[in-house]
């Protein structure tokens, strides 16, 4: 396995995860390709899980900044294909987003997780994560 920054060549995977691994099934290959070509490298990162050419898995990480207290690394996605889960590949794509975020002055990683996410919630506490409130998403389209 090799953690590198994800490229264009990912994409195949990297949609296929973000459509089963996250549950986005509606996601665009365009809108995904565009993304990642234009990622500001201060300020965002995708590092994927390589295993002999297969996108095992990926992790998207950005500095998140607010008023209140110090920059924090926010991790915005992490998949993994069911074929490669409970290996160690979610452990090291998680390692590599927080490496980053320390590179880039961050004090602390954050993220959210689905309420019925029970898996992931163990995982994250597995690797030192505590949940620290409980919060309700709003969203509103335009």
Known sequence: MQIRH????????LLELIRKGLGYEDAQEDFVSANLSKLPPEREAVFVADVDGVTAGFIHVEVYSNLYFGPVGNILGLAVKEEF???????????????WSKEKGCIG??????GTRHGAHEFYRSQGYDNEKTQIRFLKMY
């Open 6 to 13: 994800a490229t264009e060549n990912d994409l195949s995977d």
């Open 109 to 114: 990683m954050r993220l959210n997780s689905g």
């Open 85 to 99: 889960r409970r290996q160690g590949f979610a452990s090291e794509l998680l390692r590599a987003a927080e490496n």
